[in-house]
């Protein structure tokens, strides 16, 4: 029953993984961006919610849809500002621009926030702390299933966006060609900067889950862009529905790994990760297919 | 009344100057056709007419306004459509949504009135792109630029990688389209298929006009000197 248990807490780890990674798929799928400064960026909407909830004392929740616009514009202004020069020259450059990104963001949180350790566990109520016993050996916790269930939503509501409506549609003739999509009327620059606004709410939503979840400093990012990448990796890159697996996947090795030996939970996540890197790439093959 | 004029027109790939000095005009409700041999310059020409290239010097005018570094999308709405060289269409759209993606500009054309011009496009409304035929990527490359409902539609050999049966029928398709009225300058390596469909001819040698003149007042022969760029005995 505990290992039953084990792979249930797995999903809901993974499921907020999933929410994590999301944003990087999407800048992946439609850019070929790879954003090194993503999980910075979840840390940073973890301290705008903050900020909202030290100020005004609402919850959390409340204090993320606050925050949305702030994210949204945040987005567009990475895209306009740095990553539309970054991508004129060349695949590495945005690499190099993130990475630069990702420092910078560290160093700004440390000067206004301090090294302090935070959590907005405390402050979310009842959801951090409820649970169910279902049996003796297997418990669900509230904050567990809605994170599970959210990230069900958000990338259901994606899958919809991109095959259901002309917005969708132009995202995705972008993503597969870009300058064809300019001869059909598309206009590319906005397309690119409204993929980047949406990865950046989604990143931020990562962000309030971090808080909620567990504990957050202004250098929590990129532990949690190793897991967002391995996340997307796992599950085939610039894939939707395959990062929310991945992300599944990710979430269930390491609780199954834990479960054995409290010290492997990073390490059974790293070795399923590097186990697909050579599945999928050892043998020659290489697919990166555009998000559908 | 000229709806298309390009002056002085250069076009470079790096080092490479593919457009050297061009100017010409197309006047509204015209067919002219960019004839000549690989590397001429002609689809470069046309790709800055339609925003994909960026001149190096010159200006392209659409109906009175200057539109050399005005962007591709924004010349779509202006009424300018290009089907590309190698049709460029979006694979994993199907399409339905190919051709829905496009529609930019109010008029004639819809996804019904495309469906209807290009019947064999009818029963592969719901497939991805990518699984089309040659020639139901032609049409429904020449279907999506018609969907932004341009005034000017620029056709990049349309006939490349066909069969001869379904150049015939794309060519059909687009007599019914110039019939109606739209102005259309296109590329063809098919000779005898661009003086059959246009007006006007204009002839390209390594990015210079050499010949220019009503289709059927030329004959064969000079197409042919021109063309290939034979001197020829005075």
Partial sequence: MTIVNAVLQGIFLGAFYAVLACGLSIMFGVMRVINLAHGDIAVLGAYVVFVIVQSTGMSPLVAFVVALPVMILLGYVLQLAILERSLKSGILTPLLATFGLSIVIQNLLLITFSPDVRSLGGNAGAITTSSWQVTSGLSVSALGLVILVVAVLLFGALQLFLSRTRAGWMMRATAEDADAAELVGINSRGVYARATALAVAIAGLGGLFLAIRSVFDPVSGPTQLIFAFEAVVIGGMGSLWGTLLGGLALGVAQTLGAHINPEYSALTGHLLFLAVLIVRFGGGRVSLRAVR | ?234
């Avoid at chain 2, 460029?88 to 496009?102: D, M």
């Fill in chain 2, 1 to 234: 009344m000229t709806l298309l004029r390009v002056d002085r027109l250069d076009c470079r790939y790096g080092l490479l100057q593919a457009v050297r000095g061009v100017s010409f005009e197309v006047a509204q409700g015209e067919t002219v056709a960019l004839i000549g041999a690989n590397g001429a310059g002609k689809s470069t020409l046309l790709r800055a007419a339609a925003g994909a290239h960026k001149p190096h010097g010159g200006r392209v005018i659409f109906d009175d306004i200057d539109v050399t570094s005005m962007p591709a999308h924004r010349r779509v709405s202006l009424g300018i459509a290009l089907v590309p060289e190698g049709r460029r269409l979006f694979p994993s759209l199907t399409v339905e949504e190919n051709l829905r993606v496009a529609a930019a500009r109010r008029g004639r054309w819809n996804v019904q009135s495309v469906l209807e011009v290009f019947p064999l496009l009818q029963p592969r409304r719901h497939m991805a792109a990518a699984n089309l035929s040659g020639g139901e990527q032609q049409a429904v490359a020449i279907g999506r630029a018609l969907m932004s409902n341009p005034r000017l539609l620029l056709l990049d050999e349309v006939s490349l990688g066909l069969a001869p049966i379904i150049v015939d029928a794309v060519y059909r398709s687009l007599a019914g389209i110039i019939s109606e009225g739209t102005t259309v300058l296109l590329v063809e390596q098919d000779l005898t298929r661009a003086l059959n469909v246009a007006g006007r001819v204009i002839c390209l040698l390594e990015g210079r006009i050499v010949l220019e003149g009503e289709a059927a007042s030329l004959d064969r022969d000079r197409v042919v000197g021109a063309y290939f760029g034979l001197k020829r005995p005075a």
